[in-house]
């Protein structure tokens, strides 16, 4: 409440034994526990008179929600679609496939398999590849196919 913590508590109750004295201080600490306890009374006692007069009007705000008109339409939907659900549902479980096991793992590849693996395939036209990539509608494949020989390499096969 006050965020005091112990080592200042421990600093108050010392700066009153210094001051009061130690004959008076158990008689004065007697007074302040008795207004403490009068105090936490008093904020009880305002705290349930507030929620005694709040009580009516969170009664009519909840009364002016029940008779929502949109919350009494979507309430009587939702009710009536429970039970389709439940048979949805139903019928979803008694389709479902058994369950399949899991396929085996597979060993890990040794390094002379990847080695001793098949060539790689011969590089494609990355001019074709740009081409199609860039095909319109209303290209015809026939002008890819010239876009491609033309900015190809010649081949300088003998």
Known sequence: MFNIGLGELFVIALLAL???GPERLPSIM????????QLRAIV?????QFADELRPIQEIQQLAEDLNPVKQVTKVAMSATEPLQQTVDQVNAANQPPAAKPA???PAASPTAAFHAAPPHPAANPM????????APEDSPEELEEL?????PPDNDP
Not at 44 to 48: A, G, I, P
Not at 128 to 135: D, E, F, N, R, V
Not at 148 to 152: C, G, H, L, V
């Open 128 to 135: 074709k590849i740009i081409g199609q990539a860039l095909y």
């Open 30 to 37: 007697r007074e302040i526990g008795k207004y403490v306890y």
């Open 18 to 20: 210094v001051v009061v």
């Open 148 to 152: 491609a020989d033309a900015s190809s």
């Open 104 to 106: 085996p793992a597979k």
């Open 44 to 48: 009880n006692e305002l705290t349930s």
